[in-house]
Each structure stands twice: as structure tokens, then as C-alpha cells.
């Protein structure tokens, strides 16, 4: 598809009113001169000259980026950048003020002892919502540099249009240009090693947008302040409704609980029980107890035991020492003082006004009344807990349980020994470290 | 495409005589700085050859990622055909050529420790490996079947050995087409490219994990090997822009590189300082948060005794300093700011990587930096001096490459 317009073509009359727009009712004005290029060197060229010429309602057209071109037009920089900085840095902003205010002011929560608000963990955050804010404000703020999205432009009746965007180039030289005479912007364009120039003209009046699409933004607009009127009032009111579940998924799982009826299986078994009873006559995996002293620490009568059901030796004491350095010593210390890092850390955040916080510091172990239960006991609040500390049988084995008792044990020796009954050479020791 | 028909005279694919003589000179000019560096490490109060061994390291990791750096660049030019550099590519290709001097630069390290010299690699120390596993059982097998000599030095030979095949490759190649000007030839290279940069990858990470992690035998970081890309790139990037600026100004070049390829470099120094500052703030935030003893010593050491104040710095000048510094586009194009920021990157990566080596020697304190600096300072004079001459036997320009038309045309805006 060869259809190379010379000169003496687009001279031609026919030419001109194919330009012109098909509503034939409107008035037509002249829109522009368009000169066509073969080359991008030479539509470099040319755009050299109309630059010097002091134009400044014109454009290339490209059918792609041509390095170089936006000097040859005298393109001043855009602001772009400057935008996308600005949202950068708010991005920044926003996002850093989001978690400051979310963690340590709306709703402050400790987590795994490290500080409210810190910033090496609120960095990926804040550079994610940066990201965020300066590509979108990239993607509209050129969009709205280019006044796009248009839906009609005077080019688009160019029948030449769909070259420009495959394999020619052209400049345009707009009438509204302060500069523009006819005569002369035809006579610089044939000068400038174009191949062909056309007048385009345009309706001298473009359709205005229909009222109803002015009604329909204001109405969308104010219909985005809905929601944010919903978060606003759910922030300063109270109700006594469950929430709303916006991710049904997590909160409603299509499960049963342990305790809840289950009417499907009514009608099979007879019994509305969610969790089945086990079969009778069998056992579940891990829940043999064949030694109920070993296991619940209890004798047949529901008394403590006094002498542990395991051989206590060297290894057992050693097992136990390191058991209760990873799940006793945080609340009760190294030593059974009571003083681990948690009651310690608990006890600062509540000298500085923790809100509301009742802190129940860890049982020494070495008090007299605990020196006293049996070893059974001990065992029972390991695994069971007592009172505001929690059982830990889910986290640790039987074994594992006795292993602890008995250095429990050897901590209370320990801390209740006589200083008289040390020897010098015990004494010099201790005061060594 | 839009070659405004730029003819290359003989004059521009020579070295001007000036510059060859300032190569020649930086040579000993380097080794009287770096030996003044030697004799630095002898005084004060860390001094011993133990001070000398681990400054000098700190030196060599400075300039083998600026090289290693250039390694890759140059990779990188060729897998994706990239067009802007052909014009400064054999500047770069100069400086990438040199990784067998960097083999030589290496002995004073190598030559210790192959004669037992256990104080900067604890672990070649049999009973210090021993007590440490007994220690921590699960590092048994790290020491017995991976940080043992003899596999070590294997390793070491094994990298050199590929580090070497690869910049050999490329180089020569590459001078071969000035006679040839053979289409072959790029694309040979181009191919070999692509394979190429997973091996020098795989490489540089076992590198940089024997020569620097292994020096806290008990600490690791899986992102090491990004992290010393990262330095190196953006270091080698600086240096290239600062070596086109030397052609430059002793009249070679002026019709070939132009503001454009500065643009370029600027704006790859500027992306690889986010880049080094992603990388170390990953590596960071993992080892921060989940706060465990084998892993957290590596920041421990480097959050106290004085420490600290480097960590700052290199927040501040690897960081954010020179990402608003270098933000500006016409920062970029503007050689005298540009070559600014680019010494400013070199130091802020020799501070890195003192900052990586030397709280092994003295964690308790900051060394004085002094024989680092001149030993580093010297290796890059010479460094610089032989890449200089080793261009001067050669067209400056890769004058028969399809591309350089291209290049030489390029526009940036």
C-alpha cells in the first residue's frame, strides 16, 4: 500500500475538503498545517527550523520515541519529576505516619520485645507505599500533562494518521500559534525537506461533553465520601453488633468446634456431637498413659507423688537445666528468682504507665511454700499451670516435665544453702563471677 | 539509526602520549603509597602484622569488586546488546582485563595463610575448629567438610581460574574484531554472555563468602554475594566515569564519549546506590528482627564500641546523601559534579568494606584507618596505572563494533 502524496496532490482542492470535518452543518476553521517526513533524520531537521522559527503550538508526530527529538523541538523539561517527588515524599510520609500512629498510638502492641515504633521495621512499608504513590501519581500526572485521555482530537480525520503511527513522520503547526500565517508556515515546511503538506481543518465549534455526564461525576465523586463517612462513624460510635466480617474466610471456616453440634450427623449416629466419641475399646495415637504416676504425677488416690517416677541422674538434672533456660527462665529467671527478662520488662512498662496493665510477677521458687510441695505438685503446675501462669504440657513432653522438676529442685537447693556451710574455696568462686 | 555520519580518525583510536606516561607513573606512584600503607599498619597502637594483614584485605576487597564489578557490567553490556556503551565499553574492558594482576595483588594474602598463619581465618586453626564444634555441634560439618585448607585453597584456584577464563574471554574478543571487524564476534560474545553471568555470579558469592564471611566463621548471610555486587557495581561504575574524564582531558576520546554516556553512568551509580542500600537493609532488617545470637554478632560488633559511628556514616553517605545528590538529571550531565559523587562512592565503598573486615581484627575499637586507606589508595593507583597501559597497546575505542555508530550518536533526553 503505496500511497506517497507528492505535492501537487495535497494542492489539490479535493484533498482539502476530505479534511474536512464530515458534519457538514458545522463551520470549519482552519486546525493546522501538517508537513510529512520520510525519515527521523529528517523530521530532526525540520523540527530544528520551526524551533528557531519561534513557534510554539506545534508538535512531531513519531511512530516511536526518536532520541534526540525533544532537543531538536526545544522541549522544555517536564515538571513530571517534580511531581513524582512530591508524591514520593509523601508516599514516605504517609506511610511512616500510618504505622507510627497504628502501632504506637491507635492500638500499641508488643511484639517479640522490640520497641513500639521502630523504624528498621516500618522501612519496607514506607518504601512500598512511596513506590505506590509515585508510580500511580507518574502513571495520571502524565496522563493529565497530555490531556488524555481525549476521545477526539482535529488529527484523528487526518487520513494520513495511521502512517504517522507505522512508518512516517510529521510535524504539525497549529493556527491557534501566535506566530501562524498560512502562507509563511507553508512556505517553512516545504523548505524543510518534508514530502508533503496538507491544511487540516476542524469544526469551528467542538461538541461540549452532554450535561448528564457533568451530573453523573458530581454524583460518582460524592459517592466515594460514602465509605469514608462509614469508617468515620464506626471510629466514634459504639455498637454492640458483632463486626463485620469483610474477609469471611479466616473468621468463618467451614469447620466444626470441638464443643458445637453437628445436625448432620445426627441422623447417623444418633448423637448431635460434633467431635465423635472414640470407638469403643480403642485408644487415640499418643494419648496411652501406661504410667499414671509418670504422667499425671498423682497417685491412684489424687495425691501428689513425693519421689519422682524417673531415675534422677546427671543427664536428667543437665536436660532439665537447659528445658527451663528456654521455657521457665524468661519469667522466672536464670536463678528461680523470679526476675526473668519478662518480668523485668513487664515490670519497667508498667512504671511508665502501661495502660490498664496488671502484671502478676513469677513465683520465686525457692519461697518456702514452694519448697515445701511435693515433687508430684511441681509437676502438675508445668504441665496444668496454676493461677495466672499458663500449663505448658501442649510444649513439652512428659520426660521433659520431670527433667525441669528436678532441676527445679536443684535450684531450690541451691538458693537455700547456708552461706556457714561453704567452704572457702566454694565462696571465693561465687564472688569470682 | 540516527548516526549524524561521526568519522573516527586515527587519532581518536590512539592514546594520547601524555595519558600513557600518567599510566606509567601511577604504577609506582601506587606501590610507594601502598608501602607506605604497610609501614602505617607497623605503628600506632593496633600495629603488627596482623593490622597490616587485615587492612590489606579490607584494600584488595576495595579494588577486586571494582574489578569484579566491571566483570559484570561488561556481561551485562553484552546479554542485552546494549548499544549506549560500545562507545566507553573498551575503557571499561581495560580495567576488566586486569584480574590477573589482581591474582598477583593476592599473594600477600594467600602466602600467610598457606604457611599457617591462622589470625585472620580463625577456623584454619585445628583446635579452634575443634573447641567451636564442640561448642555448636551443628557447625561440625561446616568446618570439617567446607572451611577446611585444603578445600579452601582449591576453591580460591577454581574461582581465579573462571574469573580469569571470563575476563580473557571478553577482552580479547573483543580487541580481536578491531582487526576482524567481524559480526561473528559479537555475536559470540553476546551468546556466551548469557551463561556467563551465572557462573561469575556463583563465583563472586563463593568468593566473597570464603575471603570476607568466613572471617566470623560463625555468622552467615545468604544475600553476601548481592551485597558485594551491589558495592562493587556501583564502585566500578564511578570509576569508569572518572577514567573517561581522565581520556578526556588529555584530548583522547573528545569526538566519542559524550554527555550522554556520563547520563548513562550517573544514572547506574545512582540505581546501585538504592540497590547496595535495598541489599544491606534486607540483610539488616532479617538478622534485626528475628534477633538470633549466631547472626546478630555480625551487627552487635558493629552497633558498639565506636562502631556505630561507621554504621552511620555509610547510612548517611552510601545512602541517602548521594541518592538526593544524585537525583538530578543535570547532576548527571555534568562532568565536574558527576566526577564529585563518583570519588565520593569510591570512598563511601572503601568505607564499607572496612566496615565488613575490620571489626574482626578489632571489635573493641575503630582502628586508626590510616594504612587501610593507603594501602587501598595505592592498589587502585595501580590498578588504574595498568589498566591505562595496558589500553595504550590497543584502540581506545572498539572501532569496528556494529554498534559504535550507535553509541557514538546516542542521545540521552
Keep these: ?433 | 539509526m540516527a548516526s549524524h555520519g561521526i568519522e573516527l580518525t586515527e587519532s581518536d583510536l590512539r592514546m594520547p602520549e601524555s595519558l600513557r606516561g600518567l599510566g606509567g607513573k601511577l604504577m609506582p606512584i601506587g606501590a610507594v603509597i601502598a608501602i607506605i600503607g604497610v609501614a602505617l599498619a607497623f605503628v600506632g597502637a593496633d600495629s603488627g602484622f596482623k593490622h597490616f594483614q587485615f587492612a590489606y584485605l579490607t584494600a584488595y576487597a576495595f579494588t577486586m569488586t571494582i574489578v569484579l564489578g566491571g566483570l559484570i557490567w561488561l556481561l551485562i553490556q553484552h546479554v542485552f546488546r546494549a548499544s549506549w556503551a560500545v562507545a566507553i565499553r573498551r575503557v571499561g574492558e581495560s580495567v576488566v582485563g586486569l584480574v590477573p594482576l589482581m591474582l598477583v595483588l593476592f599473594l600477600p594474602i594467600l602466602v600467610p595463610i598457606l604457611m599457617h598463619d591462622d589470625s585472620m581465618y580463625k577456623w584454619l586453626n585445628h583446635s579452634y575448629a575443634e573447641n567451636d564444634a564442640e561448642f555448636l555441634p551443628n557447625k561440625q560439618v561446616v568446618y570439617g567438610a567446607y572451611l577446611n585448607p585444603t578445600f579452601f585453597f582449591g576453591r580460591l584456584a577454581f574461582y581465579f581460574a573462571i574469573l580469569i577464563f571470563l575476563s580473557r574471554f571478553f577482552t580479547k574478543n573483543s580487541v580481536a574484531q578491531d582487526e576482524t571487524g567481524d559480526l561473528a564476534t559479537t555475536r559470540k560474545m553476546e551468546k556466551f554472555s548469557a551463561p556467563a553471568i551465572p557462573i561469575f555470579a556463583l563465583t563472586l558469592t563463593f568468593l566473597g563468602l570464603d575471603l570476607l564471611m568466613s572471617l566470623d566463621p560463625h555468622w552467615f548471610s545468604t544475600i553476601w554475594g548481592v551485597y558485594l555486587f551491589a558495592g562493587g557495581m556501583m564502585s566500578f561504575c564511578s570509576l569508569l566515569a572518572l577514567l573517561c574524564m581522565t581520556y578526556q582531558k588529555h584530548g583522547a576520546l573528545k569526538n566519542v564519549v559524550r554527555k550522554d554516556h556520563y547520563h548513562d553512568l550517573g544514572k547506574l551509580m545512582f540505581a546501585f546506590v538504592i540497590f547496595w542500600s535495598y541489599i544491606a537493609f534486607s540483610q539488616y532488617i532479617l538478622i534485626w528482627y528475628a534477633h538470633i545470637p549466631e547472626e546478630i554478632t555480625f551487627f552487635d560488633k558493629r552497633q558498639n564500641n565506636g562502631w556505630e559511628w561507621v554504621s552511620v556514616t555509610l547510612i548517611f553517605g552510601h545512602f541517602a546523601i548521594p541518592l538526593l545528590g544524585l537525583l538530578s538529571k543535570h547532576v548527571k550531565r555534568h562532568k565536574p559534579t558527576l566526577a564529585f559523587w563518583a570519588v565520593w562512592l569510591l570512598v563511601m565503598h572503601l568505607l564499607d568494606m572496612f566496615w565488613v573486615v575490620m571489626p574482626n581484627f578489632t571489635s573493641g575499637h575503630v582502628p586508626l584507618p590510616f594504612a587501610t586507606i593507603a594501602l587501598a589508595v595505592g592498589m587502585l593507583a595501580i590498578v588504574v596505572g595498568a589498566s591505562i597501559r595496558s589500553a595504550s597497546t590497543k584502540s581506545i575505542v572498539a572501532r569496528r563494533d556494529p554498534r559504535l555508530g550507535e553509541s557514538m550518536a546516542y542521545h540521552n533526553v
Design chain 1, 1 to 433: 500500500m503505496d500511497s506517497r502524496i507528492t505535492p501537487s496532490e495535497s494542492d489539490d482542492p479535493r484533498w482539502i475538503a476530505q479534511l474536512k470535518d464530515h458534519d457538514d452543518n458545522s463551520e470549519q476553521e482552519l486546525f493546522a498545517v501538517v508537513a510529512e517526513y520520510e525519515t527521523p533524520d529528517a523530521v530532526m531537521a525540520a523540527c530544528e527550523k520551526v524551533r528557531d522559527a519561534g513557534f510554539r503550538d506545534w508538535d512531531a508526530i513519531t511512530p516511536f520515541p526518536v532520541h534526540g527529538i525533544d532537543e531538536a523541538m526545544g522541549t522544555k523539561q517536564s515538571i513530571l519529576p517534580w511531581i513524582v517527588l512530591g508524591a514520593g515524599l509523601t508516599g514516605a510520609t504517609v506511610g511512616l505516619t500510618l504505622q507510627w500512629w497504628t502501632n504506637a498510638v491507635g492500638y500499641p502492641f508488643l511484639i517479640s520485645g522490640k520497641p513500639m515504633f521502630s523504624l528498621p521495621a516500618n522501612i519496607p512499608v514506607t518504601f512500598e507505599v512511596t513506590v505506590l504513590f509515585s508510580a500511580f501519581t507518574a502513571f495520571f500526572a502524565m496522563l493529565g500533562l497530555n490531556l488524555l485521555p481525549a476521545f477526539y482530537h482535529p488529527l484523528f480525520r487526518h487520513p494520513r494518521m495511521a502512517r504517522y503511527s507505522s512508518d512516517r513522520f510529521a510535524i504539525v503547526i497549529e493556527a491557534k500559534d501566535k506566530l501562524f500565517d498560512r502562507e509563511k508556515v507553508e512556505a517553512l515546511l516545504k523548505g524543510s525537506g518534508s514530502i508533503a503538506n496538507e491544511v487540516l481543518f476542524a469544526p469551528a465549534k467542538r461538541a461540549a461533553l452532554p450535561k448528564v455526564f457533568h451530573g453523573i461525576g458530581i454524583v460518582a465523586t460524592l459517592a466515594t465520601l460514602i465509605p469514608l463517612a462509614f469508617i468515620a462513624k464506626a471510629r466514634f460510635t459504639h455498637s454492640e453488633k458483632p463486626r463485620i466480617h469483610i474477609i469471611q474466610d479466616m473468621d468463618m471456616q467451614p469447620k466444626f468446634k470441638t464443643q458445637a453440634p453437628n445436625a448432620l450427623l445426627a441422623g447417623l449416629w444418633g448423637d448431635q456431637r460434633a467431635s465423635l466419641l472414640p470407638v469403643e475399646g480403642t485408644i487415640a495415637r499418643g494419648e496411652y498413659v501406661a504410667d499414671e504416676r509418670l504422667h499425671y504425677g498423682q497417685e491412684d488416690d489424687g495425691t501428689f507423688v513425693t519421689s519422682f517416677p524417673v531415675t534422677v541422674d546427671e543427664a536428667l538434672i543437665n536436660r532439665g537445666q537447659e528445658r527451663y533456660g528456654i521455657y521457665c527462665s524468661v519469667c522466672h529467671g536464670m536463678s528461680g528468682d523470679g526476675n526473668g527478662t519478662v518480668n523485668q520488662r513487664a515490670t519497667a512498662l508498667a512504671r511508665f504507665g502501661g495502660k490498664g496493665m496488671a502484671w502478676a510477677p513469677p513465683a520465686r521458687l525457692s519461697d518456702e511454700r514452694i519448697l515445701l510441695q511435693p515433687v508430684g505438685e511441681l509437676y502438675n503446675t508445668v504441665t496444668n499451670g496454676k493461677n495466672n501462669m499458663k500449663g505448658y504440657a501442649a510444649q513439652i513432653p512428659v520426660e521433659d516435665r520431670w527433667a525441669i522438676v528436678a532441676y527445679v529442685r536443684a535450684l531450690q537447693k541451691a538458693a537455700t544453702v547456708p552461706v556457714d556451710s561453704l567452704t572457702d574455696e566454694q565462696r571465693a568462686e561465687l564472688q569470682s563471677n
